[in-house]
């Protein structure tokens, strides 16, 4: 995909080379002025565009990273304002090792991280995640989950 | 002779030669000679055709200007919509295109996730690569349900093998090209609020600028959508279901089902929908996008099987549809005028080619000219054409004016042309309907490949 924060700021990198279409305007439901973006992480095609697409029904703008390195990156990147990460699959690393280097650096975004089971979701919690997931996603849900996320990070007292 | 028929009718130019000699040579000749020995009967068969254009030239006039007016929908929905779409999928057709079709339904439509469900019948003959990638998209995917519908070898088949699926109160039958406006689960909705049972959206071609024939076939769907089926839903308070784009209310489609042996199983469905009592209407501010085809051959293969689907739907139905109490008199009348005349039409319209022959054959000249009826007749005809022009242009949803004023023009202009071709579609189809020749041919969809060739020429 390439990066929405590309079309929103041409002097910045892209995010990410990939699959799917720019969105300059977000769409769906609640579809008004961009209020934030969301870094996806995810390598695997299905799924960054389930989650990409479940950013962009809640009205938020998407940006796309499909590697960790990529990731990081972007959130180093003083030009680019990421308030939300959701964390799905990594090529390069684990999502725990993720989360646990994104948490300390970056301690007012929200992380919302994917987990493929209770044991993987007990060590991202551990790791600084503010909310995991499973699959299946729905995409009103995981709308939800990212901008509680955004809210407990913004709270006094609500950082782990 | 039904042997013969069928060699006849193997291939667009053959089928299209047959029409010329049986229905436009031969009854030119059967015309010139009774006009010798009898002149009146050539009189009698002027008339005759003369009075199925002014027939048919008055109910497009009345259509047209109905659809003309605003008329203000029921209010919003009370309730937010509780929505299954169905898309019905023929996979190595339709493989290019149908992760699109889903991201664009889960990504655009008005609808709560946890009120949508989005189900893929699909069959293929062969295992695809895709199906992994379905599979994992049902996995991951909360909404989405892919559904493998083995044996299948039609669109209904995959439809009914869904049914039990379903959980929405409105189920939406989607094309795997479709792609629905994100506001018309809830334009929808509001009819099935109101008591309906079956609404018909708008079908709009969304790759209208590609060639000259999508751009054809996009002002023809402005008429038929926009206009016609408008128009006369107004009318009549009944309308038809076209096969996609259509939001049923789901209780009402498990009891109806799809009857695979129809062409058009569609329409079919519509119409014993009717016969049980249940109301249909059209609204075309419920809009979904999809493709044209690019070329001529599948255009030929797709109306030939939509028209004689029509025609089956006519001979099973015609007789019962006059006796259901569910109809009053104008609904009656537009069913009639929907699958009998709609099955008759072509064969006068070609007919006026042949008289016109005759006309030579019998050195008269070209009476249209001169005889003050077939004047009027020809003359109505023509400004019946430009007003439906006028009224398609004034009410076009935004791809449609896309095309272009100088199409809209271009189209009224060749519309003589394009309306002789799809009445020799409609008279191969009673031929092959004569012939018991119903196999058809699947409607191929542009792959990425020739989207972006298209692309490139435009």
């Not at chain 2, 299209?16 to 010139?32: D, H, R, Y």
């Not at chain 2, 008329?71 to 898309?87: E, M």
């Not at chain 2, 009826?373 to 076009?396: E, F, S």
Request: with cysteine; aromatic share 6%; charged share 20%.
């Amino acid at each position: 995909m390439t990066s929405s924060i590309q079309d929103a700021r041409p002097s910045t990198r892209r995010a990410a080379p990939g699959a799917a279409r720019p969105h300059a305007r977000p769409v769906g439901p609640g579809a008004g002025p961009i209020t934030a973006r969301t870094l996806v992480v995810e390598d695997d095609q299905t799924r960054q565009w389930l989650l990409t697409d479940a950013v962009l029904r809640t009205g938020d703008e998407a940006a796309l990273a499909d590697s960790g390195a990529r990731a990081l990156e972007i959130l180093q990147d003083d030009e680019v304002d990421v308030p939300a990460v959701l964390v799905g699959g990594l090529p390069d690393g684990t999502r725990r090792g993720f989360v646990s280097w994104a948490r300390p650096r970056f301690p007012e975004l929200a992380i919302v991280a994917l987990a493929d089971d209770v044991g993987e979701a007990t060590a991202l919690y551990n790791a600084g995640a503010d909310i995991v997931t499973t699959p299946p996603i729905d995409p009103d849900l995981l709308g939800a989950k990212l901008a509680a996320a955004r809210r407990r990070t913004r709270t006094p007292g609500g950082l782990p | 002779m039904t042997q013969l028929l069928r060699y006849f009718l193997r291939s667009p130019a053959r089928s299209l030669a047959t029409v010329i000699v049986l229905f436009v040579l031969a009854p030119a000749m059967v015309m010139a000679a009774t006009g010798v020995l009898v002149p009146p009967v050539l009189r009698g068969w002027h008339w005759l055709i003369a009075t199925s254009f002014l027939i048919t030239s008055l109910a497009i006039a009345i259509e047209a200007l109905a659809a003309a007016r605003r008329v203000h929908a029921p209010l919003r929905p009370v309730t937010p919509p509780s929505l299954s779409v169905l898309v019905a999928a023929y996979l190595p057709n339709e493989q290019d295109i149908i992760i699109e079709t889903l991201r664009h339904v889960l990504r655009t439509l008005r609808v709560p996730s946890h009120r949508l469900q989005i189900v893929l019948a699909y069959n293929s003959p062969t295992a695809l690569d895709l199906e992994e990638v379905l599979r994992q998209i049902g996995e991951t995917s909360a909404q989405i349900l892919p559904l493998k519908v083995h044996g299948s070898r039609s669109k209904a088949e995959n439809i009914v093998a869904a049914l039990p699926s379903l959980t929405g109160e409105m189920t939406v039958l989607l094309d795997a090209d479709h792609h629905p406006a994100g506001d018309a689960p809830a334009r929808a909705w509001r009819w099935l609020e109101q008591g309906y049972d079956i609404v018909q959206g708008r079908c709009v071609v969304r790759n209208g600028a590609d060639s000259t024939l999508t751009r054809l076939v996009a002002i023809e769907f402005e008429q038929m959508y926009g206009v016609s089926h408008q128009g006369r839903s107004m009318l009549a308070d009944t309308a038809i279901f076209g096969g996609t784009n259509g939001w049923w209310r789901t209780s009402v489609l498990r009891k109806i089902g799809m009857d695979r042996r129809m062409l058009t199983e569609d329409i079919e469905s519509a119409v014993r929908s009717i016969r049980a009592g249940h109301r249909l209407v059209h609204d075309r501010s419920v809009i979904s996008t999809e493709l044209a085809t690019h070329t001529w051959r599948p255009w030929w293969n797709q109306r030939l099987r939509w028209a004689q689907g029509w025609l089956q739907v006519a001979l099973r139905h015609q007789g019962a549809l006059r006796r259901t109490p569910h109809l009053d008199k104008r609904q009656r009348l537009y069913w009639w005028y929907m699958l009998t005349w709609g099955a008759l039409f072509p064969i006068f319209a070609t007919a006026a080619l042949s008289v016109l022959i005759a006309d030579l054959a019998a050195g008269d000249g070209v009476k249209a000219l001169t005889d003050p009826y077939l004047v009027l007749a020809t003359g109505a005809t023509l400004v019946v054409q430009v007003l439906l022009t006028h009224v398609t242009w004034r009410v076009a949803s935004p791809a449609g004016r896309a095309v272009g004023r100088r199409w809209h023009v271009f189209y009224l202009l060749l519309s003589p042309l394009y309306v002789m071709l799809k009445n020799a579609v409609a008279i191969t189809a009673l031929l092959r309907e004569v012939a018991a020749l119903d196999e058809w041919v699947v409607t191929a969809r542009p792959t990425a490949r020739t989207q972006v060739a298209a692309q490139a020429r435009a």
